[in-house]
């Protein structure tokens, strides 16, 4: 299959598939928000689906340590081919015994980017998002996340720093900064109130990755993907499937978008 087109995530230097791949469906089935249960994929499945993305050139995988077995998962079966994709994780969240927990303290944030880069047998992450729980000024404001963050940054063991939030406040606040790299927000036609955000982001020169853009599956990809891409400063759409067909589809879509004329 022919490369995917390239897309600039902001100032990081890093550039993505359209399509990015979310892992949250390989490692948690718990306290699910989408609208039909599902099974995990056992351990040989996995890595035929995770070896398939990245075969399909979808070149993004988004993961997160709330994602319950998901970056040891990704660890095992794709360390080999770690220079082949972009890799981003988040801090601040954990799913444990059916139990999620956050934690943005200095500590709990140099603990957890440890964890991440044990469990995804890797030595850099290229992206970390502060996870937030929707309190998303009070962790900016509190500053130890975002301080633990430009030090590993610094350090080497982060590429670039990221803010996952849910408000539009919070993340203006986090461009503001100064210290963000790139944002997830969930955009969508049902919900378009991260406009401002975009916005903002392209003139900053901040990256963006969509989170839902499906709307939890209320939305058609023929027309939720091309939205989305069109975007400010949207780089890629990460999202969660544990069929391959769909998301090669989702990446032909994604191909056709980014070819049209004035994308």
């Known amino acids: 299959m022919d490369a ?3 897309r600039s995530l902001g100032r990081t230097g890093l550039t993505v598939s359209p399509v990015g791949f979310g892992a949250f469906k390989i490692g948690r089935n718990e306290g699910i928000k ?3 249960g599902y099974d995990l994929p056992d ?4 890595g035929r689906l995770l070896h398939a993305v990245l ?7 988004d993961t997160a340590p709330a994602y319950g077995l998901s970056e040891a998962r990704i660890g095992r ?4 081919r770690r220079d082949e994709f972009v890799l ?6 954990t799913f444990e015994n059916g139990v999620g927990r956050h934690d943005f303290s200095a500590s709990g944030i140099d603990a957890s980017i440890d964890r991440s880069l044990d469990r ?4 850099r992450l290229d992206v970390v998002f502060v996870h937030s729980d929707g309190r998303d000024q009070a962790i900016i404001e509190a500053g130890e996340a975002l301080d633990v963050l430009v030090r590993r940054r610094d350090r080497g063991d982060v590429r670039a720093i990221g803010f996952s939030g849910k408000t539009v406040d919070g993340h203006l606040a986090a461009i503001a900064t100064g210290l963000i790299d790139c944002l997830m927000v969930e955009y969508h036609e049902l919900d378009p109130s991260q406009r401002p955000v975009l916005e903002a982001a392209e003139d ?3 990256g963006v990755l969509v989170k839902k853009g499906l709307a939890s599956g209320r939305l058609a990809a023929e027309a939720a993907i091309p939205f989305c891409l069109a975007g400010p400063a949207v780089a890629s759409v990460v999202i969660g499937s544990l069929r391959i067909e769909n998301l090669g589809r989702n990446l032909e879509i994604a191909r056709a978008a980014t070819a049209a004329p004035g994308r």
């Open 55 to 61: 075969d399909l050139g979808i070149d993004l995988v």
């Open 43 to 46: 351990e040989e499945a996995c």
């Open 4 to 6: 995917a087109p390239r």
């Open 34 to 36: 989408y609208a039909e």
């Open 77 to 80: 079966h794709l360390a080999g």
């Open 120 to 123: 995804l047998r890797t030595d």
């Open 204 to 206: 900053a020169g901040v």
């Open 88 to 93: 981003s994780t988040k801090a601040g969240e």
